[in-house]
C-alpha cells in the first residue's frame, strides 16, 4: 500500500475556543496520580494559551497532609514530568495560586474549612462564586463527598443565576453496574441538578473523537454514504501493550467490560453511527447518541457466544520483554475470572444501519498500542477490469485514529504509472501533528475548559449512562452466573474465539497499528 501526503491549504479557519469565566476549581483527591499526571498539567496548558485568565485558583484536598507551599512543590513537580514544553516563570505564576486542605472525606468539619476558604479565596481572586467540584477519587467516595456538599450548602444554591455557576466533575466509571449507577444517580441528584454534572470520559476529549462530528456533519461528501447502503461494517478497536500497572485493587473488580467497554467504546460507537442532531447544542447531540444507544440490538443469553466473547492474557512477550500473567501480576488472586479482553459484534435496528455489523474490542497485553475506527465500504458491484485480472477490487476504507498519533486516512484504488493497467491501494494521510505542526493538546485540556465555559456537550448524560449499563446488564449476569474467559498469550493480537467471531461472517479484524 502506498501513501499520499497531501498538502493542505488553511483558510476559512472558524474557531469558537471561549476563554474561561472567572473560577475556583476545587480538586477531591488533589495529592493523587490523576491529578499530579494529568489535571495539573492541563490547566498549565490553559494557562499558558490565555484561555484562565488571572481571576482563577485552584484549591485541593486530600488526605495527604501539604502546605500550600508542599502542595504547589508537588504540582510543579507532575506538570514537569508531563510537559517539555514548560516557562519557569509562566509556571512559577500559575501554581501561585494552588491552594490545599487536607482533612477526611467524611468529616463534617472538614467542609465547613472547605466553604470558609472558598470564601476567602473568592474574595481574594474576584471570583463571582463560579465554583466547580471536581471528584479526582475513587468511585467509592463519590456518593460521601456529594452529600457532604450538599450538606454544607455548597452545592446547589437556591438563586437560579448562582446554581449554574456551581458544578460537579465526576471521572468514570460512573456506577459498577444498572443498580448502582441508578443509586449514584438518585444520590447526586438529591444536591445537585442534570444540569450542573458533568460525567467525564476523557476519551471524548481526543481531537479525532471530537472530530468525528465535523467530519460527519460539516462535509456534504460523506454524510450521504454514511449508512447500510454504503457501509459493509465498521471495527472499533482499542489495544494496549500495558497490563494492569498498579491498579490492581480496581481493576480485578472492574475488567475489560466495565473499565473501556461500557464507556470508551459505546461513546465512540454512538459518535459514530447518531443521527445528525438538529444543532450544534450539548442537549441536542447527547438527545441523538442516546436514541442511538437504545437501537442497538439487546444481547441476549441464548446466544451471547455468538455476539460477544472474552479473554485474560497469560504469560508472553510484549514489545521484546516477557511479561507474567494476569493471574500473576501483584494483587490479582490466583483464580481470578476478570476478563481483559473483549470481542463483541453488535447491530443497530434502525433504518440507516439495519444488517450492518458494528465490531468491537479491547485487550490488554496485547501486541501494540492502537486505538482506531474503521469504516469498510462495501466493494465495487462489478468490475470492468476482469479481462487485466483484476476481478476482487478491495473496499475503500476510512479510518479515524485515535493512538498512538491522531489522524485519519482513506484507501482507495489508481492506477500506477505505465503503459499497462495497473492499480494499486493507495492511502491519504492526515496527520494533526505534521498539518498543524503542533503537538495535539492532553484531551483533559479541553474538557476542562468545558466545564469551566459551561459546554456540556462531551459529558454523558443520565439516562445515557443508564442505557449504556441496561444494555451490558444481560453479559454481565451471564459471566457472573459461570464459566471462565479464554486465554491468550500476551503479545497476541487476538485469539481463536475472537477470531470467530468476525471470521463466521468472512470478515477479518484489522492488523494493529505499528505491526
Known amino acids: 500500500m502506498h501513501e499520499i501526503r497531501p498538502f493542505v491549504i488553511q483558510q476559512d479557519i472558524v474557531c469558537a475556543e471561549v476563554p474561561a469565566n472567572p473560577n475556583g476549581l476545587v480538586v477531591f483527591g488533589a495529592s493523587g496520580d490523576l491529578s499530579r499526571r494529568k489535571l495539573f498539567g492541563s490547566m498549565y496548558q490553559l494557562s499558558k494559551h490565555n484561555l484562565l485568565g488571572k481571576r482563577f485558583y485552584l484549591l485541593g484536598f486530600g488526605r495527604k497532609e501539604f502546605t500550600d507551599e508542599q502542595f504547589r512543590e508537588f504540582a510543579w513537580e507532575g506538570i514537569q514530568e508531563g510537559s517539555s514544553d514548560i516557562s519557569a516563570v509562566d509556571l512559577e505564576s500559575f501554581i501561585s ?3 490545599y486542605i487536607s482533612g477526611d472525606y467524611d468529616d463534617v468539619s472538614f467542609y465547613e474549612k472547605v466553604k470558609k476558604r472558598l470564601g476567602e479565596l473568592d474574595k481574594k481572586y474576584d471570583v463571582d462564586g463560579t465554583h466547580i467540584f471536581y471528584l479526582a477519587v475513587p468511585p467509592f467516595l463519590y456518593s460521601t463527598i456529594v452529600k457532604h456538599l450538599g450538606s454544607a450548602g455548597l452545592s446547589c444554591p437556591a438563586d437560579a443565576e448562582l446554581k449554574q455557576k456551581v458544578r460537579l466533575v465526576i471521572e468514570k466509571p460512573f456506577g459498577r453496574d444498572l443498580a448502582s449507577a441508578v443509586e449514584l444517580n438518585e444520590v447526586v441528584h438529591r444536591c445537585f441538578d442534570e444540569s450542573q454534572i458533568y460525567r467525564i470520559d476523557h476519551y ?3 481531537e479525532t473523537v471530537q472530530n468525528i462530528l465535523m467530519f460527519r456533519f460539516a462535509n456534504a461528501i460523506f454524510e450521504p454514504v454514511w449508512n447500510r447502503d454504503y457501509i459493509d461494517n465498521v471495527q472499533i478497536t482499542i489495544s494496549e501493550t500495558l497490563g494492569i500497572e498498579h491498579r490492581s485493587g480496581y481493576y480485578d473488580k472492574a475488567g475489560a467490560l466495565r473499565d473501556i467497554f461500557q464507556n470508551h467504546m459505546l461513546q465512540m460507537l454512538a459518535l459514530v453511527a447518531m443521527e445528525s442532531p438538529t444543532s450544534f447544542e450539548a442537549d441536542h447531540i447527547r438527545d441523538e447518541k442516546v436514541k442511538l444507544l437504545r437501537s442497538i440490538r439487546p444481547f441476549k443469553p441464548e446466544n451471547l457466544k455468538d455476539v460477544i466473547v472474552r479473554g485474560q492474557y497469560s504469560a508472553g512477550t510484549v514489545d521484546g520483554q516477557k511479561v507474567v500473567g494476569y493471574c500473576e501480576e501483584s494483587g490479582v488472586e490466583g483464580d481470578s475470572m476478570t476478563e481483559t479482553f473483549i470481542a463483541a459484534k453488535l447491530f443497530m435496528d434502525n433504518l440507516r444501519w439495519k444488517d450492518v455489523p458494528f465490531y468491537l474490542r479491547t485487550g490488554k497485553r496485547l501486541a501494540a498500542k492502537d486505538t482506531e475506527i474503521a469504516i469498510t465500504f462495501k466493494k465495487v458491484p462489478h468490475s470492468m477490469f476482469v479481462s487485466v485480472g483484476l476481478e476482487d477490487m ?6 479515524l485514529q485515535i493512538q498512538p498519533e491522531e489522524g485519519i486516512s482513506l484507501s482507495f484504488q489508481a492506477k500506477r504509472p505505465g503503459s499497462k493497467v495497473c492499480m494499486s491501494t493507495l ?3 492526515f496527520s494533526y501533528g ?8 492532553e484531551a483533559y485540556q479541553r474538557l476542562l475548559l468545558d466545564c469551566m465555559v459551561g459546554d456540556q456537550t462531551l459529558f454523558t448524560r443520565q439516562d445515557d449512562v443508564e442505557m449504556a449499563w441496561q444494555l451490558l446488564k ?8 459461570g464459566g471462565k474467559p479464554f486465554e491468550y ?3 497476541s493480537e487476538s485469539f481463536a474465539e475472537a477470531d470467530a467471531l468476525i471470521e463466521s461472517d468472512g470478515r477479518k479484524w ?6
Do not use: D, Q
Not at 505534521?434 to 493538546?441: A, L, N
Not at 444481560?474 to 452466573?481: C, F, G, K, N, R
Not at 484489522?510 to 505491526?515: A, D, T
Open 427 to 429: 492511502n491519504m494521510n
Open 97 to 99: 495560586r494552588f491552594y
Open 204 to 206: 471524548l476529549g481526543k
Open 510 to 515: 484489522r492488523k494493529l497499528s505499528g505491526i
Open 474 to 481: 444481560p453479559v454481565m449476569e451471564a459471566w457472573e452466573s
Open 489 to 491: 498469550a500476551a503479545g
Open 394 to 399: 478491495p473496499a475503500n476504507v476510512l479510518v
Open 434 to 441: 505534521e498539518i498543524f505542526g503542533t503537538e495535539v493538546p
